[in-house]
């Protein structure tokens, strides 16, 4: 029930009419009612004290329900009135001239007036100069159309400074004269703002070097494009230092980050007029350059960085050390026609003066986004070949002998057989695999390929058919080499004797101790080790010594000019009596011309491959190559399951 004085009116009019019809018609009704005199008589002495009595619990029971709600009323009351003098937001009260009517404690010490001298006050002269003077009528605009508003104000607070606040603005109907009253709240944000402020600097400057962050100079570049006409240039040079990590592995990275704060400074005492300096994290940093003229001033720019960062920097520790760079340029609008693309194509430089020997510098080229984007789509394409087994081997013949006709095994060699059935050679996808790590999945299917199908061999001719497998240097840094080789081992049920594995010197070199180590494991499961495209890498022998290895094998640039070039005959005559002194095999690569193969012969070379002999043919091929060799060829020279050298002459059907 709500007590109001339309209600009251109301109670007051329904009384006096049930009252006016007591009056006038109790008797006439209880004579129709009952015609017995006495029942009328008595009715006519009490009827007065029945009206008295229902008049009287009339009463009370409105007296009880007014003052039960009058006393929930007050409850609700008392309860705004602590929140209202007990929040710590700020809360008045304005009429429809914004001036306060209300205030408590809390709004009164944000500013610094009491709360008697605040009533009256306009709100406007409370407000910093950052508000005009029609700000006030936008808000009373927004709640006519929406009954509130919210959003930030800011206040001049008890010392003069200017402090924001997040209020919120609604109506709360009319007063006693009529006019529209207002309530607002108001909660103080400055620590917020603060927070704010220091995230937006972390954002936009390196706390490390101090200088600008990748997304501060994306903004600064995307507002230089905004200003610029059609004549103007800008050149974004990417750097990025060479060998950085070697700093962070031998000194750890504390050290590492006081040789970035070094390099940042160095770079900003070098920076030509008009420049500006990035750090876009870990050991890049970005420049740019305003209104470029010519494409060789930003060359130059390069050049004077490289000369800056390729003076020695004195560690903390006291240490000297020396620090290259590699750099790419690309310019608006010749290359780039955003912010984001001048920092892409400038990177995409950047790794090609990496890819041309590093600490050097290169313009952006139009063929760098195509070969990028031509890599991107063979890393796609790799791994869904990989899925969908469209990988196969082909295998080259290993011949020796005394007239090089003896068959001793084969090499196998991966080939991507494409959805046109055309055969892509490894060359052309094998650096892609090994930057994804498919390379590691892919070398373990051509380990369990290979020595499946040498199984098959041996079954199908009766005799052991040895296999070589390239491995990666992927595979051999996983730590699970060994597992792999044993598991196609013995799914193939192929003689570990058989397997030849072929690694190269660079890999073992990345790692020396853990390298001796497989390879002595290797060994000892009775898997013969070669040692592929010696005479291309470190050739030390006294790095051969310490690796247990059974063969050599030559790179086939000694071979190609080997009957022309005394100085190849002479270095592939070394190799040779070097391995037969540290009593290892021989295999020449890359043998394509008969005067090739008789200078081989003469040197002493043990095995040889090349097109001389076949070139790489699919398994299915080995009846139709037996068949052609056998005319010309004795195959028959091999080793046993025991390991002994035996010779028999083969038919060459398969």
């Known amino acids: 029930m709500k007590l109001t004085g339309s ?5 007051a009019l329904v009384y006096a009419a049930v009252g006016a019809l007591w009056i006038l018609f109790s008797d006439a009704t209880v004579e129709w009612l009952t015609g017995n005199t006495a029942v009328l008589s008595a009715f006519r002495d009490y009827k007065w004290w029945l009206f008295v009595t229902a008049s009287s619990l009339l009463v009370f029971w409105l007296s009880w329900h007014a003052l039960a709600e009058q006393g929930g009323l007050i409850r609700r009351l008392r309860q705004s009135a602590i929140v209202f003098e007990r929040t710590h937001e700020g809360v008045i009260i304005t009429d429809h001239r914004n001036r306060i009517l209300d205030a408590n404690p809390a709004f009164s010490r944000m500013v610094g007036r009491s709360e008697a001298l605040l009533r ?6 409370l407000h910093s100069s950052r508000h005009d003077s029609g700000f006030l009528d936008g808000i009373r605009n927004r709640i006519g159309e929406q009954g509130y508003w919210t959003g930030e104000i800011w206040n001049v607070a008890p010392d003069g400074s200017e402090r924001p606040y997040q209020a919120t603005v609604t109506y709360v109907g009319s007063g006693r004269d009529g006019q529209d009253q207002y309530a607002w709240i108001f909660t103080e944000i400055t620590r917020l703002k603060d927070a704010q402020k220091r995230l937006e600097d972390l954002a936009y400057h390196d706390l490390l070097t101090g200088l600008p962050s990748r997304l501060q100079v994306g903004d600064r570049l995307r507002q230089l494009l905004a200003e610029a006409d059609a004549e103007k240039r800008i050149a974004v040079l990417y750097i ?12 750890g990275h504390p050290v590492g980050d006081d040789l970035l704060v070094l390099v940042a400074r160095r770079l900003q005492g070098r920076l ?10 870990g050991d890049e940093f970005l420049i740019y350059l305003e209104d470029v003229t010519d494409s060789a001033q930003a060359g130059e720019c390069a050049v004077n960085m490289l000369k800056a960062i390729a003076e020695p920097f004195v560690l903390a520790n006291r240490r000297e050390v020396y620090v290259r760079a590699s750099i790419g340029i690309a310019f608006y609008p010749d290359d780039a026609g955003s912010a984001t693309e001048l920092l892409q194509y400038s990177n995409a430089a950047m790794f090609e003066a990496k890819k041309l020997g590093r600490n050097n510098w290169q313009y952006f080229s139009r063929q760098l986004v195509r070969r990028a984007d031509q890599r991107l789509q063979l890393d796609t394409r790799l791994r869904r070949a990989l899925e969908r087994e469209e990988f196969t081997l082909h295998y080259m013949p290993i011949m020796g002998g005394e007239s090089a006709e003896e068959l001793q095994g084969f090499e196998a060699l991966l080939r991507w057989e494409q959805p046109d059935q055309k055969l892509m050679a490894p060359d052309e996808f094998i650096s892609a695999a090994e930057e994804t790590g498919l390379i590691v999945p892919l070398g373990r299917w051509v380990l369990e390929q290979a020595c499946r199908q040498a199984a098959s061999w041996q079954r199908l001719l009766d005799r052991p058919i ?29 003689a570990p004797h058989l397997l030849h594995l072929e690694i190269t010197e660079s890999m073992l070199m990345e790692q020396i101790q853990t390298g001796q180590n497989l390879l ?7 898997v013969h080790v070669s040692l592929d495209d010696f005479g291309t890498g470190y050739s030390s022998l006294s ?6 290895v059974d063969t050599l094998k ?7 000019d080997l009957v022309d070039n005394a100085a190849d005959r002479d270095l592939v005559s070394a190799i040779i009596s070097m391995a037969h002194c540290l009593r290892l095999k021989v295999v020449a690569e890359g043998v394509e011309q008969a005067g090739q193969l008789e200078v081989l012969r003469s040197l002493g070379c043990d095995n040889f491959q090349g097109f001389l002999f076949s070139p790489p043919f699919p398994p299915e091929h080995l009846g139709e190559w037996l068949r052609e060799s056998a005319g010309s060829r004795s195959i028959g020279t091999h080793t046993d399951a025991d390991g002994r050298r035996s010779s028999s002459q083969q038919s060459g059907s398969s």
């Open 240 to 251: 990025d230092l060479d060998h950085f990590r070697n700093v962070n592995d031998s000194f």
């Open 554 to 560: 030559i790179d086939q640039s000694f071979i190609s």
């Open 120 to 125: 009256g006050v306009d709100l406007a002269t």
């Open 272 to 281: 030509p007029e008009g420049a500006g300096l990035a750090h876009l994290g």
């Open 543 to 548: 790095y051969l010594r310490r690796f247990d």
């Open 7 to 11: 209600y009251a009116l109301k109670v």
């Open 466 to 494: 040895p296999v070589a497998v390239n491995l990666s240097a992927q595979q051999f840094r996983t730590g699970r080499l060994f597992n792999h080789v044993e598991r196609a081992l013995e799914q193939s049920g192929l």
């Open 520 to 526: 002595g494991r290797l060994r000892q499961l009775g």
